[in-house]
Nanobody, 115 residues
Framework: QVQLVESGGGWVQAGGSLRLSCAAS????????MGWSRQAPGKQRETIAG???????NYADSVKGRFTISRDNAKNTVYLQMNSLKPEDTAVYYC?????????WGQGTQVTVSS
């Protein structure tokens, strides 16, 4: 069982930045593919960024060029740097970890972007 704890959410004005962190409780963090998803009220959860164990990244079109996912295997932590935030980025952001068919989710952190 892997526990994921997100932090760094909050309130920001449009155009601002936030950095989310997700700490994982596993000694084999480097073997996990990590991702960030978000869910806005009344909408389905959307996968927005992923990073493989080898460091390859991918992004949803909605955040490409504005968000950056990274990982620090020494700290068992994955990050999501969010720049040029828009009101439509308002959502609960979730971290995920995947390895060998097992998938884990964090509890989520709220991000609110005001216009």
């Amino acid at each position: 069982q892997v526990q994921l704890v997100e932090s760094g959410g909050g309130w920001v004005q449009a155009g601002g930045s936030l950095r989310l962190s997700c700490a994982a409780s596993t000694s084999i963090f480097s073997m996990y593919a990590m991702g960030w998803s978000r869910q806005a009220p009344g909408k389905q959860r959307e996968t927005i960024a992923g990073i493989t164990s080898g460091g390859r990244t991918n992004y949803a079109d909605s955040v490409k060029g504005r968000f950056t996912i990274s990982r620090d295997n020494a700290k068992n932590t994955v990050y999501l740097q969010m720049n040029s935030l828009k009101p439509e980025d308002t959502a609960v952001y979730y971290c995920s970890a995947t390895n060998l068919g097992s998938n884990y989710w964090g509890q989520g952190t709220q991000v609110t972007v005001s216009s």
